[in-house]
């Protein structure tokens, strides 16, 4: 971990907050470039024996900071509604995999419980006065400082989520979004586990809107449908799912992963670029396809909605598990 940083911005939740400045984060990254590499042979994740997050009141706290169409955030918010949903497995021909089926993967990982997410705190951010608006990138460690801010963090993941046009330092250079997790332990703090996802429309899509968007790097495939009609969007629930994924399965740096702290292959990085068997560099993968709108998706959530969501580690097998 990074020294401490000075108290970076002031920014209006509803009420208006100071926000202390974090730590640097450790970071669990997605690279935009891994969306390009399917890695040939088996990867094996260790166990480094941390504490993973487990449990029935695991909530997730959504802080949109930006500019979000209430469709943009209905289709976030459904999604994290959706994975608390009964994850049975579908019967043969009983129709697509469940967005609930495709989290259960993580139940499988060390001790067996899995993460039980649930929606928590919806919370709305005015940054007309924030960095961003000032024309400066907003830094992880303001990113930290949004996720304390937002509170309630005993048993929550708190989600921040910034809107195309907010930048946000490295955001395209070397990742789509980063999980971390805040020590605490200063004045009876408990330590918390966080993330950070951006709408990629405005800013590389051909990186992280992949697949719904032509590549900045590799094959230059036709890009997808997405299946909620927003690529930014429908990408920046990719980074979501994934993030969700490296968050209860490693949350304090001390879980499964595999390579250097802070560069780790994680529960879905493992498996990047693989949505759908059959996938290989440029290619995602054998996706369910939407016979009115001609979208790609592979899991379906509450409503019907559909999502396009990564493959996943699956620890029992030492392969990445697709849905379709």
Same mark, same amino acid.
């Given at each position: 971990?990074?020294?401490?940083?000075?108290?970076?911005?002031?920014?209006?939740?509803?009420?208006?907050?100071?926000?202390?400045?974090g730590?640097?984060?450790?970071?669990?990254a997605?690279?935009? /470039?891994?969306?390009?590499?399917?890695?040939p042979?088996?990867i094996?994740?260790r166990d480094?024996?941390?504490?993973?997050l487990t449990?029935?009141n695991?909530?997730?706290?959504?802080?949109?900071?930006?500019?979000?169409?209430?469709?943009?955030?209905?289709?976030v918010?459904?999604?994290?509604?959706?994975?608390s949903v009964s994850?049975?497995?579908?019967r043969?021909g009983a129709?697509?995999?469940?967005?609930?089926?495709?989290?259960?993967?993580?139940?499988?990982?060390?001790?067996?419980?899995g993460?039980?997410l649930?929606?928590? /705190?919806?919370?709305?951010?005015?940054?007309?006065?924030s960095?961003?608006?000032?024309?400066?990138?907003?830094s992880l460690g303001?990113v930290?400082?949004?996720?304390r801010?937002?509170?309630?963090? /005993?048993?929550?993941?708190?989600?921040?989520?910034?809107a195309?046009?907010?930048?946000?330092?490295?955001?395209?250079?070397?990742?789509?979004?980063?999980?971390?997790h805040?020590?605490g332990?200063?004045?009876? /703090?408990?330590?918390y586990?966080?993330?950070?996802?951006?709408?990629?429309?405005?800013?590389?899509p051909?990186?992280c809107?992949?697949?719904?968007?032509?590549?900045?790097?590799?094959?230059q495939?036709?890009?997808?449908?997405p299946?909620?009609?927003?690529?930014?969007v429908d990408?920046?629930?990719?980074?979501?799912a994934?993030?969700?994924a490296?968050?209860?399965?490693?949350p304090?740096?001390?879980g499964y992963y595999k390579?250097?702290?802070?560069?780790?292959?994680?529960?879905?990085?493992?498996?990047a670029g693989?949505f759908?068997?059959?996938?290989?560099?440029g290619?995602?993968?054998?996706?369910l396809?939407?016979?009115?709108?001609?979208a790609s998706?592979n899991?379906?959530?509450?409503?019907g909605?559909?999502?396009?969501?990564p493959?996943?580690?699956?620890?029992t097998?030492?392969?990445?598990?697709?849905?379709v």
């Amino acid at each position: 971990m990074g020294g401490r940083k000075k108290p970076a911005l002031l920014i209006c939740l509803v009420l208006t907050v100071a926000l202390l400045g974090g730590a640097a984060p450790r970071c669990a990254a997605l690279n935009p /470039r891994m969306l390009f590499l399917v890695k040939p042979d088996p990867i094996v994740l260790r166990d480094h024996g941390g504490a993973l997050l487990t449990g029935d009141n695991l909530t997730v706290n959504l802080l949109f900071y930006g500019r979000f169409t209430p469709a943009q955030r209905a289709i976030v918010v459904d999604f994290v509604r959706s994975l608390s949903v009964s994850a049975a497995a579908p019967r043969p021909g009983a129709g697509p995999p469940s967005v609930a089926s495709w989290w259960r993967t993580t139940s499988l990982y060390r001790g067996g419980g899995g993460a039980r997410l649930r929606l928590g /705190r919806q919370i709305l951010v005015d940054e007309r006065m924030s960095l961003s608006r000032r024309g400066r990138p907003l830094s992880l460690g303001n990113v930290t400082a949004l996720a304390r801010a937002a509170g309630h963090h /005993r048993g929550a993941i708190t989600a921040v989520l910034t809107a195309a046009d907010v930048p946000v330092a490295s955001f395209c250079v070397s990742r789509c979004g980063v999980h971390d997790h805040d020590r605490g332990g200063a004045h009876g /703090r408990a330590r918390y586990t966080y993330l950070w996802a951006g709408n990629p429309a405005q800013q590389c899509p051909g990186q992280c809107a992949w697949p719904f968007h032509r590549p900045t790097y590799g094959p230059q495939t036709p890009p997808l449908v997405p299946p909620n009609g927003d690529a930014g969007v429908d990408g920046m629930v990719i980074s979501l799912a994934a993030l969700l994924a490296g968050t209860v399965t490693n949350p304090y740096g001390d879980g499964y992963y595999k390579g250097d702290a802070g560069a780790e292959l994680e529960a879905a990085t493992a498996c990047a670029g693989i949505f759908g068997t059959g996938a290989y560099p440029g290619y995602p993968g054998r996706l369910l396809t939407d016979p009115a709108t001609g979208a790609s998706y592979n899991a379906v959530g509450l409503g019907g909605r559909k999502y396009l969501l990564p493959a996943l580690w699956d620890p029992t097998t030492s392969q990445c598990k697709t849905l379709v």
